[in-house]
């Protein structure tokens, strides 16, 4: 157990279908990540939330949309996705990014595979 | 990203000892991570290193040399549940990591 939640852990999807991801975080973080796995390859950067504002779009398709209510969650909502957007999707936290280099925390990952 | 260099691959015999390699470009390194990923599971945080030198946590130790963009992440008598990915992150001057492709070790009996 991280302090990070990621629900659901496991998502198939039609590639017209709507859902979302939700990440929960009880560390009294400020900075918030979603992140990217595919196998064999390193984790991608997908979105930065830095006190509720979005910080980065790492060139990420427009199917894949961030929310962040709040400091303690944080959404993808997806729709449209194409099969080769299957992978694992982890959501992160870090204290901020003002106060230097802390650990990010990890959730365990919501695994999607769209068919 | 950031040309993150870390082997694909090690498998080691129980009570041996397994040096993981990273290599990294060097402009504007900030700091490095390792991460242990079970399969199925979070990354989980092992040691960090700014300043060159080795950090000993344990069982495992973690090594710097920032000028010639090396890390390495030591692990020693080698125990099955140590079978798992290591990541290799680099923070640089923006405060965000990235990643390497990650090291599958593989503790044999």
């Known amino acids: 157990e991280t302090g990070v939640t990621q629900t659901p852990r496991h998502l198939v999807m039609g590639m017209t279908n709507k859902k979302s991801l939700k990440c929960e975080q009880h560390?009294?973080?400020?900075?918030m990540y979603w992140y990217k796995q595919s196998a064999k390859k390193p984790l991608e950067l997908m979105f930065v939330y830095n006190f509720k504002e979005q910080t980065e779009n790492n060139s990420v398709p427009s199917r894949f949309s961030p929310e962040c209510p709040n400091s303690s969650h944080l959404f993808l909502h997806l729709h449209t996705l194409q099969p080769e957007d299957s992978a694992l999707y982890l959501c992160?936290?870090?204290?901020?990014?003002?106060?230097?280099?802390?650990?990010?925390?990890f959730g365990q990952g919501t695994r999607l595979t769209v068919v | 990203g950031q040309n993150i260099d870390q082997p694909t691959e090690m498998t080691a015999t129980e009570g041996a000892i397994v040096q993981i390699n990273c290599t990294y470009q060097t402009s504007g390194f900030n700091g490095l991570f390792w991460y242990q990923q079970h399969a199925g599971e979070a990354p989980t945080f092992l040691s960090y290193n700014v300043l060159d030198g080795l950090e000993e946590k344990g069982r495992f130790s973690s090594f710097l040399s920032r000028s010639k963009g090396y890390s390495y992440l030591l692990l020693k008598e080698l125990q099955m549940k140590d079978s798992a990915s290591y990541l290799c992150a680099v923070g640089f001057n923006d405060y965000k990591l990235s990643f390497g492709a990650g090291t599958t070790v593989t503790v044999r009996a």
């Open positions: 560390l009294g973080h400020n900075a």
């Open positions: 992160a936290s870090s204290q901020d990014l003002e106060s230097g280099w802390t650990e990010a925390f």
